[in-house]
């Protein structure tokens, strides 16, 4: 008996994703694209309408972006598209670098033939983007390669942290995937032939310098933008 209740229970805590963290999601896709652009006014029936939810979940969703964030609430103005700050990108970048290069050292660590195989694959869809200039499929690449090498490590806990801090890595690297690409996806197969030979050492060293030159890249492109 006491073992159907507790499957029971189990059954009645699973809940589809509530409406609110879904808004909450899709909105904040949609500034990672630059759909929604740094600084835009965010209109709750505006969004509502082109979400095709009420306006509740809209205004839940833009605290919960506020909290984290994505989103500005000014009293009496409303909600605006947050414009990171570059010490914000700074510190997030920083934190990046640390994570990605113990990332790579324990993959290179790990990987199998197969993770190898597998890196190339997602190497090659890269590289493929690339000769489209297809903006959107060069994050999702960069975003996939990334990801899988963090896998490939095997360490849960570092694979939950570097995804806490993936969703704006994304967006502040939209803006600079096509001009960083070409250099981006080099420097990716050095890393991934430092993986294949098992040289953690190495491996780090290319993620660390992969990760800080997007960093470079982005405050050059903000100093250009401030300047233009």
């Known amino acids: 008996m006491r073992q ?4 029971g229970s189990a059954r009645r805590v699973a809940r589809p994703t509530p409406l609110r963290q879904a808004v909450s999601d899709a909105l904040a896709e949609l500034i990672i ?4 652009k740094s600084g835009q006014h965010l209109v709750e029936s ?4 082109q979400l095709g939810v009420s306006r509740q979940p809209v205004r839940e969703a833009l605290q919960r972006l506020h909290t984290d964030g994505w989103v500005d609430l000014r009293p009496a103005q409303g909600a605006f598209v947050h414009t990171p700050t570059q010490e914000e990108a700074t510190q997030l ?5 640390v994570l ?3 990332s790579a050292q324990l993959a290179a660590h790990h990987a199998k033939p197969e993770h190898i195989e597998r890196l190339w694959q997602l190497q090659q869809e890269g590289v493929d983007a690339l000769a489209e200039s297809t903006t959107d499929r060069l994050v999702a690449a960069n975003t996939a390669l990334h990801t899988y090498i963090t896998s ?5 806990v570092l694979a939950e942290l570097i995804a806490q801090v993936g969703r704006k890595v994304r967006w502040y690297y939209t803006p600079i995937a096509n001009s960083r690409s070409k250099g981006s996806w080099n420097e990716h197969a050095r890393l991934i032939e430092a993986i294949a030979k098992g040289d953690p050492e190495r491996a780090g060293e290319i993620m660390r310098k992969h990760t800080e030159r997007t960093r470079t890249y982005r405050k050059a492109i903000a100093a250009e933008a401030a300047n233009a």
Request: net charge negative; glycine share 16%; charged share 25%.
């Open 46 to 49: 505006e969004l509502a309408e």
């Open 100 to 102: 990605e290069t113990y």
């Open 33 to 36: 694209s630059g759909t929604l």
């Open 4 to 7: 159907g209740l507790t499957a």
């Open 152 to 156: 490939v490590g095997g360490n849960d």
């Open 93 to 97: 970048l920083d934190v990046r670098t």
